[in-house]
């Protein structure tokens, strides 16, 4: 869990990483802008969304299911920090473990999926 012990962040912040595509690619030439979640390649967020991947589950409402307790925050951020401790044959990356986002960027895609107020829960 991160060193701040802020688990939840700026759903704002997590839509932009959500969106992100990018780092990681030998495309990718510039080594001081962060890395991106790219998560719509996986998951169906929100509704508005035209295209998105279905290699993973829909996190549609995902905190409005589940409620925003500090298990359920615990949970999410580990999670996106490391997939294969929950479910070791997991095809999501393991973002924190293998340092593709940063402590701070996880917290924001917890609460991109948590926040009653983020796109993912309306």
């Known amino acids: 869990y991160p060193a701040s012990g802020k688990l ?3 759903w704002r912040q997590g839509e932009k990483i959500a969106q992100d595509g990018w780092g990681l690619r030998f495309t990718d030439n ?3 802008r962060a ?4 998560c719509y390649a996986c998951h169906r967020l ?7 991947g279905t290699i ?3 996190l549609y409402q995902f905190g409005k299911q589940r409620g925003t307790s500090e ?5 999410t951020y580990g999670k996106i920090y490391n997939a294969q401790a929950f479910a070791a044959c997991s095809n999501m990356p393991r ?5 593709v986002l940063t402590e701070e ?6 609460a991109l999926l948590l926040d009653p107020e983020s796109p993912v829960n309306k």
């Open 30 to 32: 510039d080594p001081k």
């Open 95 to 99: 973002f924190g473990h293998n340092k």
């Open 105 to 110: 960027q996880i917290s924001h895609v917890v």
């Open 46 to 52: 929100a509704p508005q969304e035209l295209s998105f």
């Open 56 to 58: 993973g589950p829909s």
């Open 8 to 10: 939840v962040g700026d």
């Open 71 to 75: 298990t359920i925050q615990r949970y």
């Open 35 to 38: 890395n991106g979640g790219n």
